[in-house]
């Protein structure tokens, strides 16, 4: 294993190119952009909040309605930045929720390939698995498409299946 100077140096070394610190800032404002967008367009069904930064492997924000919170739920938006994809995540306020839904949730169809927990979530549905970043207005209309539709996939399996 390198030493943490060894690491720090590369690191270095590649933000002085400058093409990381580029993309990373232009993601981030993509995903700021799309909050924005969505806070206007989906302002009747969702509520928002602010954008979080994860240590360089997600973007992402949480979005909510009457019916997660009242269940303790919300959802996030996400730029895994190491798949680099967008994904929608079913989230607890706290762990010990997100554990009580995982079992609830466990043989849903988003977790049918997972044989445990996801590290921060409940369930992790891809929206958009290759992104194609040089046409930003497509890209927004597929993620808010694929968004609605897993969001209100999820709302209902919820409704339908929770006591």
Do not use: C
């Amino acid at each position: 294993m390198k030493s943490l100077n060894e690491y720090v140096a590369v690191y270095k070394e590649q933000l002085h190119k400058g093409d990381i610190l580029i993309a990373y800032n232009e993601l981030v404002k993509f995903v700021m952009k799309l909050r924005t967008d969505f806070m206007k367009s989906l302002s009747d069904q969702y509520s928002f909040t602010g954008i979080l930064h994860g240590y360089m492997d997600y973007t992402y924000f949480y979005y909510s309605n009457d019916f997660l919170k009242s269940k303790k739920l919300k959802f996030g938006l996400v730029l895994n930045h190491v798949e680099m994809r967008f994904e929608v995540w079913l989230l607890g306020n706290t762990l010990p929720i997100q554990k009580e839904y995982w079992e609830l949730l466990r043989s849903a169809k988003w977790n049918k390939d997972r044989k445990e927990m996801p590290k921060y979530s409940i369930i992790e549905a891809v929206l958009v698995a290759n992104p194609d970043f040089n046409n930003l207005n497509i890209l927004t209309e597929q993620i808010e498409t694929e968004m609605i539709q897993v969001s209100d996939e999820i709302v209902t399996y919820l409704k339908n299946n929770l006591r």
